[in-house]
Every structure is written in C-alpha cells, then in structure tokens.
C-alpha cells in the first residue's frame, strides 16, 4: 500500500513507512533532515526564522525562548493524541500516558501558584479568559476590566473583541496625575456604582506592578467576583519576584504558559476548589474539543523547570535588567509611561521622545536586529497601526544569559537608532553591536 511518505536512506531512530510496500522502515536522517528534503520551501521559512531568532533580540516583553524538552514535547507522538475530557473521565480510549501528564501539569500548577485547582487545558489566552467569563456571567452582565490604552488586553472587554460585545463592560484607566498609577478611590466609586459581577485585573502593557489588595477590597464590598490574568508576569509570579494573587485571595487567575513561563504556547486558569467544576465543564464542553496533548506535555516540563532554584534566579534578573533598560533610556532622553518600570516591560513614548510615531520605531530598530513591538500609549491619540509607543521587555534577552552590563549597550543601541533613524551608518553600526551581543549570547533551542 502506498501512502505517499517519502523515505531517506538510512539512520538509526526515526522509523517511516517505506514508500513502495508501507512497511516500517528506519530512516537515515532526522526529522528535521527530512522536513527539508520532503518541503524545502516551509523548511526555508524554518531555518530563516531560527536565523532571525538566533542574530537579533528579542524584546517584545510577551515572547521568550522556551526549552528545547518543550520542543520536543510539542513535535512528540503526544500529537497524535484526542483526550477529550479530563483524567480519568475521557471520551477515548488509550489515556495512561495523557492522564499522567495532564496530572502532572495540574499538581506543578498548583504548587507553584499555591492554588487550589488548575486547568491546563486552555489553547492559548483568548480562549482561557472566554472560559472564565462564559463560566461565571452571563449575556450582559457588568464587568470591569482595564482599558487596552492603558494596558489592559482585548480580551478586558476591548469592543472589538466577542466579550467586548457579550457582556457590560467598565473600563478603568490608569491615572496621569499618579505617573499612570491606578487611583483606586476612583475605582471603588465606579464599582458602586455599576455593581460588577466580576472585576478582571491584568495587562499586556502596563509596566507597573498591581497591587491585588485593593481590587479585592474594592470587589468584596459590592459582591463582585475578582479575576486577574497574569499572562505577561505567571513566570515572575512563580519564580516569586512577583506577588500572586491567589495569596490575595482572587478567585480566578489566568495566566499563558509561553511568555516569561517560558512554556509552550498555551493557557492555565487557576481557581478556588468551588468554581472547579464551573471552569472545567466551560473549557470543555463548553468552548473547546480535544486538549492539545502535546502542549500539555510541554506545559508540565515547563512548570517542572519553573520550580527549581534557577528559575527564580532568572525571574529576579528579568526585573533587575528590566530596570536597567529603563535607566539607560530614560537617562538618554525617552520619555516611558509611567516614568519607568517595576515588572518585566516598558513602553516608550516615541513621539514625545524622538519625534517618530511606534510604527517607524518598530521598523527602525528591526533594522538594526532588536524587534519591538509597537505600542499606544494611555489615551493615544494615534491609530494603532501608528502609534505614539514602542513595547519593550527583558524575559528573552535574559533567557540568553544577558545581564545589566548588555541592557547598557542595548539601551545606546537603541537611543542612536531612534535618534537617528534615518542615517544608515548609524543604523549599521547598530546592527554590529547587536551581532556582538547576540554571538556572545547564543539564543537558547536553536540549531547552529
Ligand atoms: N499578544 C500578547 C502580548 O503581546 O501582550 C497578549 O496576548
């Protein structure tokens, strides 16, 4: 029977199904070998990525460098696997290997979190914080959540996202006379006086800290449930520079498993033991088919390596060099939201700083290898695909072993070429010193 593989000559390990008769052979090459051989036009697009991956840096706070056993786990026969429901309750047969990492995810979850359950079935962030919401509220309900200017996420009840439109939302801001501090007496007024149901807490851009206690005070007084998604900081709170807010007693924690927890793309909730079946039953049945094996695989090793000694190490100097950006480019003129930072990001205001909005920040410094991304600023009065802002972070440079040292030169780095963005030896000069950083520090998963 023919089924249409292709077979390379022979190597120990890999075995593929002749291409004459079907039957099993053993390949000669690597699967990556033969990913080229069999689509060299995908496998181009491959090497082209790994290249720019490994002679730039990464600064878009949300990406890192995950482990090259998280790799593995997602390119492994876990794949191949449905598992629809939950250990020990699935729709198919074949489940003694799937059950024991899925248990294996949820008890390192809840470990590190020191929650009372995890789910770890969530594809990615979008889907995890629709489960919550879908689990808990109903059409129209009151929510409030931060607004997207002033860093919270689409899915905070941004209009142009499905749960901006299906429940009520309240969208708090930051406040400029506090240096884009919450003023929570504002808060505790508008929770009077729109008596949410929940109150979301989190950001994708805000390079401060939140301080947990006051949002529970806020929501135990007018009954509303309280949910915060640490996406950007559920590695910092793990490795503990950050505090959680399950110790603050939130009854819902959302966090992706792919940005400073270095996982595999993928979501988490984390929740007290009474909302347990709720949120179960809303990520499956209610919104999503199978888990993605594979990725709850690489989510249990990621979890694994999040608790041990280094990982905290790590997470300290992802702050420490976080800090370290912000210094040198604050003391060479950028003027950041906020005036600096306390977590893992910064957003710089472009306009206000060189004169150039977010989008030709962003392509200047993709000229020079450092990628950002770009970003609005609280109340922008630019289109988003033209902002007034640039989003940078720490967590992958750090995974490559970069320090405060290599934050320094990045930082003049990145002054130059926004100061003068239009010079070209400038914007070569940048790009040697960046090479210099990256050959020093090898990006961490990918092949020489
Ligand atoms: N897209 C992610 C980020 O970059 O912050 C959040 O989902």
Not at 19 to 30: F, Q
Not at 161 to 172: A, D, K, V
Not at 207 to 219: E, L, T
């Amino acid at each position: 029977m023919k089924i249409g593989w292709r077979l390379g000559s022979e190597v120990p390990g890999v075995r593929l199904p002749l291409p004459d008769n079907g039957e099993m052979g053993t390949a000669s090459i690597s699967p990556r070998e033969l990913l080229r051989e069999s689509d060299p036009d995908l496998f181009a697009a491959l090497a082209g990525e790994e290249r720019r991956q490994a002679e730039g840096i990464e600064l878009i706070p949300s990406e890192n460098y995950t482990y090259p056993e998280v790799l593995a786990a997602l390119g492994s026969v876990f794949t191949n696997k449905y598992a629809e429901g939950y250990p020990g309750r699935r729709y198919y047969g074949g489940q003694e290997f799937t059950d024991a990492i899925e248990r294996l995810a949820r008890s390192r979850a809840k470990a590190l979190f020191r929650c009372e359950h995890a789910n770890v079935q969530p594809l990615s962030g979008a889907p995890m914080n629709a489960a919550v919401y879908l689990a808990m509220l109903k059409p129209g309900d009151t929510v409030m959540g931060m607004d997207l200017s002033h860093g919270g996420h689409l899915t905070h009840g941004a209009p142009v996202s499905h749960m901006g439109r299906l429940f009520q939302w309240i969208r708090y801001k930051t406040d400029p006379g506090r240096r884009g501090r919450i003023d929570f007496d504002v808060l505790r007024r508008s929770a009077r006086r729109h008596r949410p149901r929940m109150i979301v807490c989190g950001y994708s851009s805000y390079p401060r800290d939140y301080d947990y206690g006051p949002f529970k005070s806020i929501a135990d007084e007018v009954g509303a449930m309280t949910m915060a998604d640490v996406s950007h900081i559920g590695g910092l709170i793990a490795g503990g520079a950050l505090s959680n807010p399950v110790d603050a007693g939130f009854d819902f924690v959302t966090t992706t498993t792919h940005k400073t927890l270095r996982g595999p793309r993928g979501g988490m909730i984390l929740c007290k033991k009474r909302f347990r079946k709720a949120v179960d039953q809303s990520v499956f049945p209610g919104l999503q088919g199978g888990p993605h094996m594979n990725q709850v695989a690489a989510t249990a090793i990621a979890l694994g390596r999040a608790l041990q000694p280094d990982f905290k190490e790590y997470c300290r100097q992802v702050l420490v060099n976080a800090r370290a950006l912000a210094r040198a480019l604050s003391a060479g003129g950028a003027d950041l939201v906020t005036g600096g930072t306390s977590n893992h990001m910064m957003v710089v205001d472009c306009v206000s700083s060189f004169g150039i909005n977010g989008r030709q920040a962003e392509e200047t410094l993709d000229r020079i290898a450092i990628t950002c991304n770009k970003q609005v600023i609280p109340d922008d009065p630019n289109p988003p695909l033209r902002p007034s802002g640039i989003r940078l972070g720490t967590p992958a440079a750090t995974t490559r072993g970069m320090g405060e040292e290599e934050m320094e030169v990045l930082g003049e780095c990145i002054l130059d070429g926004l100061r003068d963005s239009g010079d070209p030896a400038t914007l070569a000069r940048g790009r040697r010193r960046v090479r210099e950083l990256c050959a020093a520090h090898p990006a961490p998963g990918i092949p020489e």
